[in-house]
């Protein structure tokens, strides 16, 4: 397995509450990629980066803002968690030789909002 | 923008049976496809793509480019088949990330 690390990898918190994810990667990719997978959704891309400080958006970016301040790690933060960001949250890496190409994903990060 | 759709949320075959995953995506470019495979408890790994048009676990899939489709596809099930399989497509070039299908569960019975 790539070296891809989640934390934590279970919470459960209320609503209104800032809630922070984090992964950690040993890969030294470029790319990284923050994914939430819901039954009927498939997976969604939130938010990503390609390289240090350098970040956008993905598909469904409300209500989420992301940080990388070094290259193996890539926060998602949750300003004031809502049910609706109820969800199992994937990070990827990539190196992006040629495109996004393979991803590799961390082992996921399940959050309940109450 | 792009596309994917796996029409099949749930799919239930018997051991030993042919198995064909749907998946037809949209995109005006030329994208790379690809297959990712999730077994219970494991995180999403990489079956197939097709630029490598390689056999993995003996599941093949084509790009079939006139119909805009990229089916994955094995012979014969076997029970350790049963998993979550999601299609995936890139736009290639930028690495903005790859748009997933919905995901279709394949059962297997024995």
């Known amino acids: 397995d790539a070296g891809i690390t989640q934390s934590p990898r279970h919470k459960v918190t209320e609503t209104g509450t800032p809630v922070t994810l984090r992964c950690h990667q040993t890969?030294?990719?470029?790319?990284m990629y923050w994914y939430r997978q819901d039954p009927g959704h498939g997976l969604r891309l939130i938010h990503y980066s390609y390289g240090v400080k350098d970040t956008d958006k993905g598909e469904v970016s409300d209500g989420y803002s992301v940080s990388r301040s070094k290259t193996e790690d890539f926060l998602l933060t949750l300003e004031s968690a809502t049910s609706s960001q109820t969800s199992v949250y994937f990070c990827?890496?990539?190196?992006?030789?040629?495109?996004?190409?393979?991803?590799?994903f961390g082992e996921g990060s399940r959050l309940t909002v109450l | 923008a792009q596309r994917v759709t796996q029409p099949e949320k749930l799919l239930s075959v018997f051991k030993g049976a042919p198995v064909e995953l749907k998946c037809n995506y949209s995109?005006?470019?030329?994208?790379?496809l690809f297959w990712y495979v999730q077994y219970s408890r494991q995180r999403l790994q990489l079956l197939l793509r097709h630029i490598s048009r390689e056999s993995i676990k003996g599941f093949t899939a084509d790009l079939n480019k006139g119909e805009t489709s990229f089916h994955l596809k094995k012979p014969f099930a076997q029970e350790e088949d049963s998993a979550m399989y999601y299609c995936a497509l890139s736009k290639g070039g930028g690495a903005d990330g790859l748009t997933f299908g919905k995901g279709t569960h394949l059962i297997i019975q024995p």
């Open positions: 995109y005006s470019g030329s994208p790379e």
């Open positions: 990827a890496i990539s190196s992006g030789t040629g495109g996004t190409g393979e991803l590799f």
């Open positions: 890969e030294n990719h470029r790319y």
